[in-house]
């Protein structure tokens, strides 16, 4: 079993940057293969980036290459969300999830987090 609590969001202008950060709790952290998605109103959850447990290789969405950066400091516990370049049509609650298994951009993982908004303004 594993918590995960999501933290960092808030209200940011277009162009400026938030990092999330995901604390862990419970069984071993670097057991689990990380990841973030997001839903935006009325819209379904999508993938957005994951990463391994060692953190050597990750996968981020082709629509956000380049923009969002996932990273994992398995010392503290904790995988984070870098966001560069924001957009309004970022807004969404951000999640990240825990999967015992390899690395997937499907939603199939095991532990979710409760999420953090995150509001980009025109």
């Known amino acids: 079993q594993v918590q995960l609590v999501e933290s960092g969001g808030g209200l940011v202008q277009a162009g400026g940057s938030l990092r999330l950060s995901c604390a862990a709790s419970g069984r071993a952290f670097s057991s689990y293969t990380m990841g973030w998605f997001r839903q935006a109103p009325g819209k379904e959850r999508a993938f957005v980036a994951t990463?391994?447990?060692?953190?050597?290789?990750?996968i981020v969405a082709d629509s956000l290459k380049g923009r969002f950066t996932i990273s994992r400091d398995n010392a503290k516990n904790t995988v984070y969300l870098t966001m560069n370049s924001l957009k309004p049509e970022d807004t969404a609650v951000y999640y990240c999830?825990?999967?015992?298994?390899?690395?997937?951009?499907?939603?199939?993982?095991?532990?979710w987090g409760q999420g953090t908004q995150v509001t980009v303004s025109s």
């Open positions: 990463i391994t447990r060692s953190g050597a290789s990750t």
């Open positions: 999830a825990a999967r015992i298994r390899a690395l997937t951009t499907s939603d199939d993982y095991d532990y």
